[in-house]
Nanobody, 123 residues
Framework: QVQLVESGGGLVQAGGSLRLSCAASGSTFVGYAMGWFRQAPGKEREFVAAIRWSGGRTYYADSVKGRFTISRDNGKNTVYLQMNSLKPEDTAVYYC????????????????WGQGTQVTVSS
């Protein structure tokens, strides 16, 4: 049973930084993609970033390119999302997701989800 637990959210001023963590268990995750998605109130869940567990190829939404960095620590079974130059529009609940999927940027491609962590960016 795959389990994902996010941490690291909080309140930060615009221009600040946060690092989210996603601790994964229940699988070797070989062949998996690990994704970060976010959902703001009244909006659909949207893709933020993803990384291939094997090989480490990364993918980013245009809105976060150059500001966010996704990485993984295979030994700790943990995926990170370093968020810099945060903007108020980055405010959302951030979710970690995992699955063997080819539709990396679509939330429908993932069966396993964490509980989410709130990120609030004040102006």
């Amino acid at each position: 049973q795959v389990q994902l637990v996010e941490s690291g959210g909080g309140l930060v001023q615009a221009g600040g930084s946060l690092r989210l963590s996603c601790a994964a268990s229940g699988s070797t995750f070989v062949g998996y993609a690990m994704g970060w998605f976010r959902q703001a109130p009244g909006k659909e869940r949207e893709f933020v970033a993803a990384i291939r567990w094997s090989g480490g190829r990364t993918y980013y939404a245009d809105s976060v390119k150059g500001r966010f960095t996704i990485s993984r620590d295979n030994g700790k079974n943990t995926v990170y999302l370093q968020m810099n130059s945060l903007k108020p529009e980055d405010t959302a609940v951030y979710y970690c997701a995992a699955d063997r999927t080819s539709t990396i940027m679509m939330y429908t491609g993932y069966a396993y989800w964490g509980q989410g962590t709130q990120v609030t960016v004040s102006s």
